[in-house]
């Protein structure tokens, strides 16, 4: 049964259209840096010299190998095949980020009450932990529609088996695998769900999709038995131990209790307000950006963690309500994120857990809307103000003064490419983005593209980490 099918207020669909506007503006102005690099290569190898790149950029240093499968080639090549522009792949983000939006909506509609649906409708919107990676080429911002599916996939199985819901699930979790590893998170969620009986799947659609999956890694199964040092974890260094587990789970604990908050990774409030607005603006602007991010940001942390934890840590029958499976699922995915912290063989970054974003903040939704009932309902209303005021001075900084939106100013932005490479005057690169010959780069930005593909390397530098 519909519990919010009415329409939502106008309002809210002009903030969905300046939202919109935001992202577009901020990945007209997007920079490349070495991840972006990397997938630009991959692309240009497939629409300016006809060649499938079949495998991803380079896995985290310490696991070893490439990430598996053409999916990166695919959704960097075929929108230069349109466009030749560098920005082409970057908007085709932007769009699927608009689409993960519209479909968490559609469920919602179904799932949620109005109040619920509202809320998450803006604070999805607007949170800087999704429309600041919407603007920008790099793996995890794809995972956002991963996520919404995933939730879409689950939602229509949870009474019945459906052929097109698992195979899209399926689907999901092979493609999103092959763009970033922590995809996986999304495959431990499911089996929490399946063995809670949140979710019946369909055997029939999911082996569906797992021959859609298996059929795409042809050309890197073909590519792997020639080049073994392609395949995930070769050559791979890094030691499992006892301290690492648990520092891992710590800071998966601590970015999970992060993404429905305002505490804000240096990636993204990493600002220089001189170039856009002048260098006394930026002597006002910092000192105010740095209280407000390092002391009051921070401390929403306390009270979005004590949230997770208790959605995680309270066992509940098989949900009768729509409201009681979301809380579920929020859980279920949460839960997938801290088991894959246990599993990860290399130091865990804010971006592998980007991927449970939407649960994350759905659960806070749900907790805010049932606070306004409860003793302490004097304090939803503020919280929820704190929450828009945060996000939105958030997003306009990043998108004027974030080095990823920016060309020039403290910590730019630079692309380790030779520019004399066809790539760079073909795809408009010239001009917006600053290139430099990765052999003049100073040894913390001296950068190598790990793509061996002839022309399309660039001058031989000796190679620092990507930034993943």
């Not at 970057?90 to 980020?97: A, D, G, Q």
């Not at 509202?118 to 800087?128: A, Q």
């Amino acid at each position: 049964m519909l519990r919010s099918s009415r329409p939502l207020p106008p309002s809210a669909w002009v903030l969905f259209a300046g939202t919109a506007a935001l992202s577009f503006s901020m990945a007209s102005r997007s920079q490349l840096d070495g991840d972006a690099v990397e997938l630009l290569l991959r692309g240009w190898a497939l629409a300016g010299e006809g060649r499938l790149v079949p495998y991803g950029n380079p896995l985290s240093a310490g696991a070893g190998g490439y990430e598996p499968g053409p999916a990166t080639s695919l959704l960097v090549g075929l929108p230069l095949l349109v466009w030749r522009d560098y920005r082409a792949p970057i908007f085709v983000i932007t769009l699927l980020h608009l689409a993960s939006w519209w479909i968490l909506d559609r469920v919602l509609r179904e799932a949620a009450s109005p109040r619920e649906r509202l809320l998450f409708f803006v604070l999805y919107g607007l949170s800087p932990w999704r429309m600041f990676f919407s603007g920008f080429l790099w793996n995890p911002n794809y995972l956002y529609l991963a996520g919404a599916l995933h939730l879409w996939a689950a939602w229509r199985q949870r009474e019945r088996r459906l052929f097109w819901p698992s195979a899209v699930l399926a689907g999901t979790l092979g493609f999103a695998a092959q763009l970033h590893p922590s995809a996986v998170i999304l495959g431990f969620a499911t089996v929490f769900l399946w063995i809670r009986r949140l979710v019946r799947l369909h055997v029939g659609g999911l082996a569906a999709g797992c021959l859609a999956v298996a059929l795409s890694l042809l050309p890197w199964a073909v590519a792997a038995c020639e080049d073994p040092s392609i395949l995930p974890g070769y050559g791979a260094g890094a030691e499992r131990n006892a301290w690492k587990t648990l520092h891992n789970v710590l800071r998966g604990s601590f970015y999970l209790s992060s993404l429905p908050s305002l505490a804000f990774p240096t990636r993204i409030t990493l600002f220089d307000f001189g170039p856009a607005l002048g260098d006394a603006a930026d002597r006002l602007l910092r000192p105010i950006h740095y209280v407000a991010t390092e002391i009051v940001f921070t401390a929403t942390v306390l009270p979005c963690g004590a949230l997770l934890a208790g959605a995680v840590r309270r066992r509940r029958p098989r949900p009768r309500t729509s409201r009681r499976w979301l809380r579920s699922y929020g859980g279920c995915a949460v839960g997938g994120a801290l088991v894959a912290c246990l599993a990860i063989p290399t130091t865990l970054m804010m971006w592998q857990v980007l991927v449970v974003f939407h649960a994350a903040l759905l659960l806070l939704v749900l907790r805010l809307v049932e606070l306004r009932g409860g003793r302490w309902r004097r304090f939803s209303r503020p919280a929820v103000a704190v929450l828009l005021a945060g996000f939105f001075w958030t997003d306009l900084a990043a998108a004027i003064a974030s080095p990823i939106y920016r060309k020039g100013g403290y910590a730019a932005v630079v692309a380790g490419l030779d520019p004399a490479h066809p790539m760079v005057r073909s795809l408009g690169i010239a001009g917006r983005v600053t290139v430099r010959d990765p052999r003049c780069l100073s040894p913390t930005r001296r950068y190598r593209p790990t793509w061996r593909g002839g022309a399309a390397a660039a001058a031989p530098a000796s190679p620092s980490p990507p930034d993943r």
